[in-house]
Nanobody, 121 residues
Framework: QVQLVESGGGLVQAGGSLRLSCGASGSIFSINGMGWYRQAPGNQRELVATITKGGSTNYADSVKGRFTISRDNAKNEVYLQMLSLKPEDTAVYYC???????????????WGQGTLVTVSS
């Protein structure tokens, strides 16, 4: 069993910052891509940022220049530094990873339980 656990969400004023963390644990052989997604009330889940094992990143246009994704491969952790937060960033943020478990040969997606980020105006 592999689990992703997020932390770092909370309430912040517009213009403020937060740093989300996500750690993977369990019978992990390897992790490929990792990423952050978010879902606001009434909306579909959307991509925020992704990062490959080698460190290549991709961002949604709405967060470019404000958010930075990074990872620590040795710790199986991924982070999201969020600056200049806006009320429209309010959402539940989910961590995602492509994981290969010990003793297997396929990668599959794992999701965290989500952490709520609320940005007040």
């Amino acid at each position: 069993q592999v689990q992703l656990v997020e932390s770092g969400g909370g309430l912040v004023q517009a213009g403020g910052s937060l740093r989300l963390s996500c750690g993977a644990s369990g019978s992990i052989f390897s992790i490929n891509g990792m990423g952050w997604y978010r879902q606001a009330p009434g909306n579909q889940r959307e991509l925020v940022a992704t990062i490959t094992k080698g460190g290549s990143t991709n961002y949604a246009d709405s967060v470019k220049g404000r958010f930075t994704i990074s990872r620590d491969n040795a710790k199986n952790e991924v982070y999201l530094q969020m600056l200049s937060l806006k009320p429209e960033d309010t959402a539940v943020y989910y961590c995602n990873a492509e994981v290969r478990k010990l003793g297997t040969y396929r990668y599959y997606e794992v999701w965290g339980q989500g952490t709520l980020v609320t940005v007040s105006s």
